[in-house]
């Protein structure tokens, strides 16, 4: 589905990814691991267009997205949840959805069927983004990239500071959209989130994949040590 290769990436002098090659299968979930600072975020932004690369392509099911403006990524079916979520605060929830709305190519997804996956989003359809908790606000940050129908959905730490409740209930939609064949890319520091969620995973140090492989043949010890401090 997603086939990167040689990407690096730099801030003014300072490298940040370096030789990345990453196959991302189509229909299931690929976790990106690493702690802090390594570069995470930062390739997410590259697979979306938000990042120039220093070297190195993104193909999409065949086609060459390297040097596209992330609106035409999002028109060709990529989704993205930005780490942080960044819900517009003034906003009302139904005006967030709407811009989600506008990056769609063709039939956007009525809010019926998001609001069947995050009933959440129904109860608080006027209150404005900024008065959401941050675990409706990551739901709103999901509905949001999936009312574009996208194939490809890109998600930066979607459990950071959320509740155990809500992470499950994010869990579970995360798992329906796997049935539907979408396929994920999934930023995550909860291992065992990813673990539950993701086919294969690979780990990121200081800008490199260290360790990569199907979770099922990983030894989840190996992944650990790669993640602790
Ligand atoms: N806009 C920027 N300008 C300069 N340096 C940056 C910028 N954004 C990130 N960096 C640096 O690039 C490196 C990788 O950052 P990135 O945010 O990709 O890491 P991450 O793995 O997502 O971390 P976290 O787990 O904390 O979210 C860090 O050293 C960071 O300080
Ligand atoms: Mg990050």
Redesign the pocket.
């Known amino acids: 589905m997603l086939s990167v290769r040689g990407l690096e990436q730099a801030?003014?002098g300072?490298q940040?990814?370096r030789k990345i090659d990453l196959d991302v299968p189509a229909g299931s979930c690929t976790a990106l691991l690493?702690?802090?600072?390594?570069?995470?975020?930062?390739?997410?932004?590259c697979l979306m267009g938000e990042?120039p690369l220093r070297a190195g392509s993104v193909v999409l099911d065949g086609e060459d997205v390297t040097r596209l403006p992330s609106y035409r990524r999002a028109r060709l079916g990529m989704g993205y949840v930005p780490?942080g979520r960044e819900i517009f605060s003034r906003l009302t929830v139904a005006e967030n959805l709407a811009v989600g709305e506008s990056a769609a190519n063709g039939e956007a997804a009525p809010r019926e069927e998001l609001e069947q996956l995050f009933p959440i989003l129904r109860t608080m359809r006027n209150r404005r983004g900024g008065d959401l908790s941050g675990g409706q606000q990551q739901q709103l940050a999901i509905a949001r990239a999936l009312i574009s129908r996208p194939r490809l959905l890109l998600l930066?730490?979607p459990t950071?500071g959320i509740q155990p409740s809500t992470i499950k209930e994010i869990g579970r939609v995360l798992k329906s959209l796997l049935e539907r064949r979408i396929t994920i890319v999934l930023?995550e520091?909860y291992l065992d989130f990813a673990l539950e969620l993701a086919e294969q995973c690979a780990v990121?140090s200081r800008?490199e994949i260290v360790l990569r492989g199907r979770i099922a043949e990983l030894d989840p010890a190996q992944v650990r040590r790669h993640l602790a401090l």
């Open positions: 801030y003014g300072s940040t990814l690493g702690r802090n600072g390594v570069g995470k975020t930062t390739l997410l932004r990042l780490q930066d730490e950071e930023v520091q990121i800008g």
